[in-house]
């Protein structure tokens, strides 16, 4: 099983910026593709950007060209740095591990979920 434990997340002026980790358990972290993803109040869960265990991306959505994914292996950790947010951009953001290599498409085959951390944007 994997754990996944995101941060970074906090009150952010428009305009501002963050930077969110997701910190996986275990060795298998490697071996998975990963995703960021987030939920608007009264809105359905969408992709926002996903990873490959071979370091295959994908963007998702407006605002793609503000986003930028990475992972570490050594830390098993996988980030997310967001640029230019606006008050639209509030949401529940949060990771996912798909238990194979390569991304997938829809959110099912994501098996495993973080917590999820708040990013909450001000005017």
């Known amino acids: 099983q994997v754990q996944l434990v995101e941060s970074g997340g906090g009150l952010v002026q428009a305009g501002g910026s963050l930077r969110l980790s997701c910190a996986a358990s275990?060795?298998?972290?490697?071996?998975?593709?990963m995703g960021w993803f987030r939920q608007a109040p009264g809105k359905e869960r969408e992709f926002v950007a996903t990873?490959?265990?071979?370091?295959?991306?994908t963007y998702y959505a407006a605002g793609k060209g503000r986003l930028t994914i990475t992972r570490d292996s050594a830390k098993n950790t996988v980030y997310l740095q967001m640029n230019s947010l606006e008050p639209e951009d509030t949401a529940v953001c949060y990771c996912?591990?798909?238990?194979?290599?390569?991304?997938?498409?829809?959110?099912?085959?994501?098996?495993?979920w973080g917590q999820g951390t708040q990013v909450p944007v001000s005017s």
């Open positions: 275990g060795r298998t972290f490697s071996s998975y593709a």
């Open positions: 996912a591990a798909r238990d194979t290599a390569r991304t997938g498409t829809t959110l099912y085959e994501y098996k495993y």
């Open positions: 990873i490959s265990a071979s370091g295959v991306i």
